[in-house]
């Protein structure tokens, strides 16, 4: 049997009228620990602050029991299928997969959709467990409460980025109606929506504003581009014929080589090859195979790994040197303790 199998919504177990007893047999834990959970949540709720994209972000999250049990639902949520027009989040979807599905068109709309996570409150995931997938009222209720805190999703949760994508499934899936009868590209990474085509009316960008606006929420950072220059699209530039990596991947490429040209050897010349390895790798995962390009990123990256190691070997011979000579007469039978 295929583990990694997906079903449609209606098909999974938790739309299939399941009790709170079946589901805690399903999730791999007894119905007494559940009830500790519920009762004491907040043990297992931490707090704190940390940096995204430039930003300072609150992260709540479970930790303990409370964290396995949500990643074990969002292993359920996951099987769910998600549309063609999602790609994050998604297994096997990188930035470049939603970057290049708007490739061959003239114009891109780019918008996202403001305070996404808190606004998805406990109340809009009981209605959603309870409407969309016909869960009892105690189910849905208690589901709901494990898997937020102060009547929010988690924010940086393991089961909320696919579970906000199944609450607003139906917002999402009204604007991929709307841009399929318009012959648009309509792509979603996280809250980024992305669309595209050959022309993009005002008219769109009205409707498509309004149906987030009859959901709840609101949109904004809005931004109409064309691809007869490259434009930025989940971190990479696009034209109407090519992707590549954009300029901040370069200038972060650039720091870093002239940060390791003025380390010497040891531990931070070490994490710097590796950081940098990391950038090219993911430049040439972009790049189009064979290319002059590539190529060069490819020399590039063989050149880092010989001097690494050169490195590597010139610490360790340092290191060796240090180390006081053998003189052999530790074993000496003049030096046993019991004489």
Request: contains cysteine.
């Amino acid at each position: 049997m295929r583990r990694n199998r997906t079903y449609p919504l209606e098909r999974s177990p938790l739309s299939q009228k399941i009790k709170w007893k079946e589901l805690a047999k399903l999730m791999r834990f007894k119905e007494s620990e559940l009830k500790g959970l519920l009762k004491y949540k907040q043990r297992f709720v931490t707090e704190r602050e940390a940096e995204l994209n430039g930003k300072k972000r609150t992260l709540i999250y479970p930790v303990g029991r409370l964290r396995t049990f949500s990643e074990r639902i969002k292993l359920i949520f996951e099987r769910i299928t998600a549309p063609s027009y999602v790609f994050s989040p998604r297994k096997g979807v990188a930035q470049k997969h939603n970057a290049k599905a708007h490739v061959n068109s003239e114009q891109v709309l780019k918008l996202d959709i403001k305070q996404f996570y808190p606004s998805i409150t406990k109340n809009r995931i009981i209605s959603f467990f309870k409407l969309n997938m016909a869960m009892y009222d105690d189910v849905a209720y208690k589901l709901a409460d494990l898997l937020t805190s102060n009547g929010k999703v988690f924010f940086g949760g393991p089961a909320t980025p696919v579970l906000v994508r199944l609450v607003c499934g139906p917002m999402f899936d009204e604007i991929d109606r709307l841009c399929k009868s318009r012959d648009l590209v309509f792509t979603l990474w996280v809250d980024n929506l992305t669309i595209s085509g050959k022309s993009l009316s005002g008219e769109v960008i009205e409707k498509v504003r309004d149906i987030i606006a009859r959901y709840g929420f609101k949109s904004h950072e809005i931004q109409q581009l064309t691809t007869n220059r490259y434009c930025l699209v989940t971190g990479l530039d696009i034209s109407r014929f090519s992707v590549k990596p954009s300029n901040a991947s370069n200038l972060a490429i650039r720091d870093l080589e002239s940060s390791l040209r003025t380390c010497g050897p040891g531990i931070k010349y070490d994490q710097t090859c590796l950081l940098l390895l990391s950038r090219l790798g993911y430049q040439l995962s972009v790049i189009e195979k064979g290319s002059v390009r590539y190529q060069k990123i490819q020399m590039r990256m063989n050149s880092i790994r010989q001097k690494r190691r050169k490195n590597e070997l010139k610490s360790l011979s340092e290191f060796s040197s240090d180390l006081p000579p053998l003189t052999g007469t530790e074993d000496s039978s003049d030096d046993v303790p019991w004489d």
